[in-house]
């Protein structure tokens, strides 16, 4: 097979430049680059969308949509990274193992979206229970996650590090170790959230940012006396387990989960940083019939650049752990 081409339209930002930098050594692919000083010529980045076998998009929502129309070549294949097509029915949802057939419909459509951060977490963990009526597609869902800084862009990483700095030079601690955000709800990964797990009504989303650049934890606390017959921890955990058994970049932790924890009391937020995995967690609790879903991943990782990679190679056609870490 000979080398395949891939253009990054937006390859300077947080997410196009660790796609770049994980597509940059491979002898398989071979990365077109805009001069710099035409990143926002319009007519050079119409040809290099359409002369490229995949386009990535890595762009606000409203710039992707302008890009996606300017694609005439039927031959090009475009993966966005944005939230545009996420929902779209026209697009594969670029999550791999969210379904037995997902993956074909990824190699077989030339439009691939690639999932949120803070959904991958989510659908990890809620999908193949709600997909195997472990759970009831009614329950009402709280979703609470903490991703590093580097998940909200350019803006606000140099807010943080500034921040940092003159907290170092000063010699005081963070100000800011914990902020949640998207307090009006109706976030815009709640629709994403509720397609993909065939949930009846949307969860209630709680977003936050944490005092470290890179990391993600999302938390799913389930009130299981609230159903006629709640599962226990080892049934929940058991789903995860067989629904995930051949997925080289999903890992299901033993169970019970609390033996993962730092000293029994920390669940490191970092700990699946530079890989394209996402751990899953169950915590629970049969007497009380309580139970917390959890899943670690990498925002940066599998939440962003490093599915794209996944999703690219899936669809060239090529090994789908070329270029990550597991």
Not at 141 to 152: K, L, P
Not at 155 to 164: D, F, P
Not at 165 to 173: A, L, P, T
Not at 277 to 299: C, G, H, I, M, S
């Amino acid at each position: 097979m000979g080398v395949s081409t891939v253009f990054i339209d937006g390859e300077a930002g947080t997410t196009g430049l660790q796609i770049y930098q994980r597509l940059a050594e491979r002898d398989d692919i071979k990365v077109i680059s805009i001069d710099p000083d035409k990143r926002k010529d319009t007519t050079e980045r119409t040809k290099l969308l359409n002369a490229a076998d995949v386009s990535i998009l890595c762009l606000p929502d409203d710039a992707a949509l302008e890009a996606v129309s300017w694609v005439t070549n039927p031959k090009t294949k475009i993966l966005d990274a944005s939230t545009a097509h996420r929902t779209n029915k026209n697009w594969a949802y670029g999550f791999p193992e969210l379904t037995s057939g997902q993956r074909s419909q990824i190699a077989k459509s030339t439009r691939v979206s690639n999932p949120g951060c803070y959904p991958t977490g989510f659908l990890a963990v809620v999908s193949p229970l709600v997909s195997t009526g472990t759970l009831p597609a009614d329950l009402p869902m709280t979703v609470n996650a903490i991703s590093g800084y580097s998940g909200g862009g350019k803006k606000l990483i140099a807010q943080y590090e500034a921040s940092h700095q003159e907290n170092q030079q000063q010699g005081r601690e963070s100000v800011a170790p914990y902020s949640p955000y998207g307090l009006q709800f109706g976030h815009k990964h709640v629709k994403e959230m509720q397609t993909y797990a065939g949930l009846s009504h949307a969860p209630l989303f709680v977003p936050a940012v944490g005092d470290f650049a890179q990391g993600m934890v999302v938390q799913v606390p389930l009130p299981l006396w609230t159903l006629d017959q709640p599962p226990t921890g080892q049934q929940l955990h058991d789903v995860l387990s067989e629904h995930y058994a051949d997925e080289p970049f999903v890992r299901v932790m033993p169970y019970p989960a609390v033996n993962e924890l730092r000293d029994r009391t920390f669940l490191e937020a970092k700990s699946a940083n530079h890989t394209n995995e996402v751990q899953l967690f169950v915590f629970a609790n049969d007497v009380t019939q309580e139970a917390l879903l959890v899943a670690r991943l990498d925002n940066l990782g599998k939440g962003a650049s490093g599915a794209a990679v996944q999703n690219l190679n899936i669809m060239l056609s090529l090994p789908e752990s070329a270029g990550l870490t597991q």
